[in-house]
């Protein structure tokens, strides 16, 4: 069974530009998570999707946004880039409830602004 | 969202056993406790989770205090591979709009020494 998956793996962008980072959640999860983790930092919740709607945001600005797809595939959006915006983007899926459902992440994207 | 609180970092030795600790006193009777820990460079990955009763599984075990203020996550013989940040979450139940934020605190970082 495919695990969490992202991409792209590396991206580079300017300040200023936009980013699209991709995430496709494991088969029969129909929830994401979007974390932000810079370098040296913890985990830094950015948004949930279930369902194919917003369910939660975190403290980012709204140039932050996203989508879920109706395969449950999600897209985070970072739009006019700053440089403190480099970091590495989880993913995560599970499933709904019950809330004893494990969490599982992908390995990441890891977005430098220059 | 109730929140967890872990030491920032701890040290122990190869093939000795490890006992990591988390207090959760705002913990609801419905949320489920989690552990995820993260190698470098990597995303973070299950270890174990549990709601009343203690759990074992291959990677570890949890032990969950009785009145479910705190618990332990419990490398029986720790390796090098074991060296990572260890995060204590709490997931809850049922859904509430607004919830499941599945906050992640800074962790507790892990050394193993040869």
């Keep these: 069974e495919a695990g969490v998956t992202q991409s792209p793996t590396h991206l580079i962008k300017t300040r200023g530009q936009q980013a699209t980072l991709r ?57 006019a880039l700053e440089l403190e915006d480099s970091a590495l983007y989880l993913c995560a899926s599970t499933q709904t409830n019950p809330s004893g459902n494990t969490i599982y992440f992908g390995e990441g994207s890891w977005l430098t602004v220059v | 969202d109730a929140k967890t609180t872990q030491p920032n970092s701890m040290e122990s030795n190869e093939e000795e056993p490890v006992h990591l600790p988390c207090n959760h006193s705002t913990i609801s009777g419905t949320d489920y406790i989690h552990w995820y820990r993260q190698l470098p460079s990597q995303g973070p990955e299950y270890v174990i989770h549990g709601l009343t009763s203690n759990v074992n599984n291959r990677m570890a075990s949890l032990a969950i205090a009785e009145d479910r203020k705190s618990s332990t996550l419990i490398l029986h013989r720790a390796t090098l591979r074991d060296a990572a940040v260890y995060y204590c979450i709490l997931r809850s139940a049922p859904i509430i709009q607004g919830a499941q934020k599945l906050v992640f605190g800074q962790g507790t970082r892990l050394t193993i020494n040869p």
């Excluded at chain 1, 029969?28 to 930092?41: K, N, P, R």
């Excluded at chain 1, 985990?43 to 600005?61: A, C, I, K």
């Design chain 1, 23 to 79: 995430c496709s959640p494991i088969s029969g999860h129909t929830s994401v998570y979007w974390y932000q983790q810079a370098l040296g930092l913890g985990l830094q919740f950015l948004l949930w999707y279930d369902e194919g709607e917003e369910r939660n945001r975190g403290n980012f600005p709204p140039r932050f946004s996203g989508r879920q797809f109706p395969n449950y595939s999600s897209e985070l959006n970072v739009n």
